[in-house]
């Protein structure tokens, strides 16, 4: 029975909460159906107009309960799904980058002979042979050119592969700026996507991030964000281009 300082399921909604594990949902639903069909949601008339039983009563409040529940799962769900993919994705421009290195024996060329230029590769040959290398069996990703040297994502904005060393940066900083190969550190190649909104993306970064780096946070690990919208996911040293 529901009082003034009762919750508002009373009985019915503790008797939820207690027992809301996944077995217990499923009976709940087959409860409700078979309620609201058979003959027990006894219809009650009144002056005021029709009104179900006690029966139907506690099948709409479970439910409406259930909704809440579902509701909730599914938003973990899609989070969860477009977290994997992200992190897919990733590994895939890896992995294409370690492949193309095997056939063909040469690394990714560099954008410029100095400075920004020379932490970026042209991550167009992983989908075009510009160089007529022997041993080349690309396309190695399904994405199509952004730029003559960066590829473009379907979704977001850039697919790229940069060089950058594996100290400390992240969200309040830039990639180059802290992130730069000067003479004398451990360099390393990036997976790299940009276009992203940090002010609603967060969660979904910390998703990739619990899974890749059990939640070290944005700027230590083998997974990155920063404040330009970036994420980075490490791939294998290489060779420092200013050494």
């Known amino acids: 029975m529901i009082n003034k300082k009762g919750a508002m399921f009373g009985l019915e909604g503790r008797v939820l909460r207690k027992y809301a594990g996944s077995i217990f949902l499923m009976s709940l639903r087959r409860l409700t159906f ?62 294409a980058w370690e492949n193309h290195l095997l056939d063909t024996g040469s690394d990714l060329r560099k954008t410029g002979p100095s400075g920004m230029s020379l932490h970026m590769r042209i991550t167009v040959d992983l989908i075009e042979d510009s160089s007529s290398l022997a041993g080349w069996k690309g396309p190695y990703l399904p994405y199509k050119k952004a730029s003559v040297n960066i590829l473009k994502h379907p979704v977001y904005s850039e697919v790229h592969v940069l060089d950058i060393n594996d100290e400390t940066w992240g969200l309040g900083d830039s990639w180059y700026t802290e992130g730069a190969c000067s003479s004398g550190k451990q360099c390393y190649a990036w997976s790299v996507m940009n276009g992203f909104d940090f002010a609603n993306d967060t969660a979904l970064m910390e998703v990739i991030d619990q899974k890749v780096d059990n939640s070290d946070g944005d700027d230590v690990g083998n997974f990155r964000w920063s404040g330009t919208g970036t994420i980075f996911l490490k791939i294998a040293p290489v060779k420092n281009p200013n050494d």
């Open 34 to 95: 078979r309620l609201v069909a058979g003959h027990h949601a006894t219809r009650v008339l009144t002056a005021k107009g029709a009104m179900f039983g006690l029966d139907a009563r506690i099948a709409l409040a479970i439910f409406g309960a259930l909704s809440v529940i579902s509701g909730a799962a599914l938003y973990s769900a899609i989070k969860e799904a477009r977290a994997t993919a992200l992190l897919v994705e990733l590994q895939e421009v890896g992995k």
